[in-house]
């Protein structure tokens, strides 16, 4: 069962950070590349970035260039987005995705507010 869960969004205020995580199994992660996208409420869901499989090769919206990094630990099947410098146009619900059966987590909100 192929199966993308991730974790670490929440209540920031401008100019805050966070890291999310997206822990993947059910398929051979090193072999596929893997994208985080977001869906403001209203708003289509757009990619927001995105890794190659060996991590060295990476893509970013430019709404997010310079202030958020995608990497990932392929020995623990995870994939990862520092956000930093958030604004209060970052919040959204982020997901993680990867083209492997074009799977899909669930999301986790992330808040930025004062």
């Known amino acids: 069962q192929v199966q993308l869960v991730e974790s670490g969004g929440g209540l920031v205020q401008p100019g805050g950070s966070l890291r999310l995580s997206c822990v993947a199994s059910?398929?051979?992660?090193?072999?596929?590349?893997m994208n985080w996208f977001r869906q403001a409420p209203g708003s289509e869901r757009v990619r927001v970035a995105g890794i190659s499989p060996g991590g060295a090769a990476t893509t970013y919206a430019d709404s997010v260039k310079g202030r958020f990094t995608i990497s990932r630990d392929n020995t623990k099947n995870t994939v990862y987005l520092q956000m930093n410098t958030l604004r209060p146009e970052d919040t959204a619900v982020y997901y993680c995705?990867?083209?492997?059966?074009?799977?899909w987590g669930q999301g986790t909100q992330v808040t930025v507010s004062s």
């Open positions: 995705q990867t083209p492997f059966e074009s799977t």
């Open positions: 059910g398929f051979t992660f090193r072999e596929f590349s």
